[in-house]
């Protein structure tokens, strides 16, 4: 997992395929008008664009995906995401989708807070739980997820 500002992106190249498209779309993109739902990209990537209220820990399991690395950022709001990383020898452990490139585990033992104009890389191997509460009153978020091929 990745954990930084939206400024530093460029600094993590070298973890992410066709790099200079991907930043291409975000210096292009106005996520902030842009509609919700999914997007297609050119290399197969895409992003989805998702507007919600957070929701308790307690609520959450884990997930992780075999085909994309997520790149997540808030555009609006604030919010915790559980971590947690799965041995990659265990990955098989949990029933997948590949349909939606999902499995879900264990509730979160970790978690980070994910502000305006951060980002989280979350490559196969990172469980994570997204759409937590950072305090404990629900919070309105409008959030962008890249899907970027592994």
Avoid: W
Wanted: hydrophobic share 35%; net charge negative.
């Amino acid at each position: 997992m990745v954990l930084a500002s939206l400024y530093d992106l460029k600094k993590y190249r070298s973890l992410i395929k066709n790099f200079d498209y991907l930043q291409g779309v975000l210096s292009k993109t106005d996520f902030e008008a842009i509609e919700k739902g999914k997007h297609e990209l050119d290399f197969g990537m895409f992003f989805i664009v998702s507007e919600y209220q957070t929701k308790s820990a307690s609520e959450s399991l884990l997930e992780f995906h075999k085909k994309y690395i997520d790149l997540q950022f808030i555009v609006e709001g604030k919010e915790n995401i559980g971590y947690e990383p799965i041995l990659s020898d265990h990955l098989d452990e949990y029933e997948y989708n590949s349909d939606d490139d999902i499995a879900f585990t264990q509730q979160p033992g970790s978690f980070v807070t994910l502000n305006e104009d951060d980002f989280a890389l979350f490559f196969p191997h990172d469980g994570h739980a997204p759409c937590l509460h950072s305090d404990s009153n629900p919070r309105f978020v409008r959030k962008v997820v890249f899907k970027l091929p592994v």
